[in-house]
């Protein structure tokens, strides 16, 4: 019998960074010494305090269910924890707590659009937004900003993709894939186009803790009372503490949303591991030196790796402020050939890389910015050095 699968699934195209994670584990395990940029999570070892509270946790037998909105007691620190980094008050009710920043967006989604509504997603973005948007129900709507507008957009263009049907923009900053981080002029034109025409926004501010050069986070509710109402705010412990694995992330935002988010994460995943739960409220309660550390680290990188890449002939690099990827544009060497094969999409560019130069990067296509690689330099200093210098050995041989 056919099998016949629904249409919503058949029409995810599955996540490129998780394919190529999978992609590079398998090369590696042939043997091979693949450098990835293209993973997007720190590199970095879950600091040892956060390690030891969960091996504390499983020996005190917090090992069952919790609420499935999380452990009110993380709720609490979360809500302390926003106030502290952001200045913003939100009650434990106001925040959920959920199986990475990756779920809670999703689960906003849901509980946000009506078939058809239509977002709002500036790009380059995320790949993830855009089918998390049909996952729910809606339909995204591509705002698309150039490097020569820092890859933020301005009133006119948000003005311009409204229509009767537009529900809700989202935002990320600092971003992924091009590390921008968002000026006040653009975080002020989001702010007014949503007031102006009635619509949600979704703030992901899972890269907030890393911003460079004396920059600052804008967090989007800090706006105006305005914009703090009709803002839900996602962040999480992946990028933070080096957590990826652990799949904690949290929403804080009006409390009949996160009500409604609750209501169907109770039915969807119940509540986020309860042993990483306890994991992140050591997280967020003890010593924030490690993030600090952290960022510190990602800073030099972020300026090595583009003093690195200025050394590679035929690529333009996106200056990055915050996050831990670089956008690099490639245009100028498609339609080369590489030992005789012709390269005409960053696709083809990253699969030839990965294949003959063994590092794997991000093509842009999917983050809508084709022409372009997205290079993570979650790497130490030395295997980034090599990296580049493999890129640039690559790239020589293009004819
Ligand atoms: N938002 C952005 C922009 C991301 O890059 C990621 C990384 N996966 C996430 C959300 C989700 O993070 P997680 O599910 O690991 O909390
Ligand atoms: N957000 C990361 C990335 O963009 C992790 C992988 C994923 O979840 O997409 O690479």
């Not at 790949?127 to 301005?154: C, H, I, K, N, W």
């Not at 537009?166 to 007014?192: F, L, S």
């Not at 990827?325 to 030839?352: H, P, S």
Request: glycine fraction near 8%.
């Amino acid at each position: 019998m056919p099998l016949s699968i629904s249409s919503i699934c058949r029409n995810i195209t599955p996540s490129t960074t998780l394919r190529l994670n999978a992609l590079v584990a398998e090369k590696r395990k042939q043997g091979l010494d693949v450098i990835s940029l293209a993973a997007g999570e720190p590199d970095f070892d879950t600091p040892e305090h956060i390690k030891q509270a969960a091996r504390e946790a499983i020996d005190k037998g917090y090992t069952k269910y919790t609420a499935s909105s999380g452990l009110p007691e993380l709720r609490r620190a979360l809500s302390e924890h926003i106030r502290s980094t952001k200045g913003l008050s939100y009650q434990p009710g106001e925040i959920i707590v959920g199986t990475g920043a990756k779920q809670v967006i999703l689960g906003a989604l849901i509980a946000l659009l009506e078939p058809g509504d239509e977002v709002l997603l500036p790009t380059p973005c995320w790949l993830s937004y855009p089918e998390m948007v049909r996952m729910a129900g809606g339909v995204p709507v591509l705002v698309p900003t150039t490097l020569e507008q820092g890859f933020m957009p301005d009133l006119s263009q948000l003005e311009a993709a409204v229509t009767p049907r537009t529900r809700a923009i989202v935002i990320n900053t600092p971003n992924n894939p091009t590390g921008a981080v968002w000026d006040m002029r653009a975080m002020e034109a989001v702010a007014q186009c949503a007031k102006d025409h009635d619509l949600f926004i979704l703030s992901d501010e899972i890269y907030e803790m890393l911003v460079f050069g004396g920059g600052s986070h804008i967090p989007m509710a800090s706006l105006s009372e305005d914009a703090y109402a009709r803002t839900v705010t996602i962040s999480g412990m992946s990028k933070t503490y080096a957590m990826t694995g652990w799949r904690i992330g949290y929403a804080a935002g009006p409390k009949p949303l996160i009500d409604a988010m609750d209501a169907y994460q109770s039915h969807a995943t119940g509540n986020p591991n309860t042993i990483a739960q306890h994991a992140a409220l050591a997280a967020v309660t003890a010593s924030q030196q490690c993030v600090a550390d952290m960022a510190q680290a990602f800073e030099s990188r972020c300026q090595a790796v583009q003093e690195l890449l200025r050394q590679v002939p035929g690529i333009t690099v996106a200056p990055p402020l915050g996050a831990f990827y670089v956008m690099v544009n490639i245009e100028a060497l498609l339609g080369k050939r590489f030992r005789g094969q012709m390269i005409e999409t960053d696709g083809q560019f990253a699969e030839l890389l990965l294949e003959h130069a063994l590092v794997s990067a991000v093509p842009g296509e999917p983050f809508f910015a084709p022409g372009c690689l997205r290079l993570s330099y979650a790497i130490n200093e030395k295997r980034l050095a090599e990296a580049v210098r493999r890129i640039k050995a690559f790239v020589e041989e293009l004819i």
